[in-house]
């Protein structure tokens, strides 16, 4: 079964950064799109950044110029860098490996609790 973990949430003050990272289990991570998305308390789950397997992305419009996206095909792993963080980015962040080429199923991580505060 393919184990998503993220770490890397935290406190931060506005206007500072952190970098989360999500490790995946699993076999053919190289073959399946990744993406990281987040649910704020009271608010629907949304997508944040996503990365292809040839290394194309895209980011929602309240996170361009701020996140960056990036994967590790060697590690098994995804990457979501996070700048100049506002109040309306706390959310809890969910790393996401996408269906692809067999296997259709959506793996989901625990989450890490971001918060952006004074």
């Known amino acids: 079964q393919v184990q998503l973990v993220e770490s890397g949430g935290g406190l931060v003050q506005p206007g500072g950064s952190l970098r989360l990272s999500c490790a995946a289990s699993?076999?053919?991570?190289?073959?399946?799109?990744m993406g990281w998305y987040r649910q704020a308390p009271g608010k629907q789950r949304e997508l944040v950044a996503v990365?292809?397997?040839?290394?194309?992305?895209n980011y929602a419009d309240a996170v361009k110029g701020r996140f960056t996206i990036s994967r590790d095909n060697a590690k098994n792993s995804v990457y979501l860098q996070m700048n100049n963080l506002k109040p309306e980015d706390t959310a809890v962040y969910y790393c996401?490996?996408?269906?692809?080429?067999?296997?259709?199923?959506?793996?989901w991580g625990q989450g890490t609790q971001v918060t952006v505060s004074s």
């Open positions: 996401r490996r996408r269906p692809g080429p067999g296997d259709l199923t959506n793996y």
């Open positions: 699993g076999n053919n991570f190289r073959l399946y799109a």
């Open positions: 990365i292809t397997p040839v290394g194309s992305t």
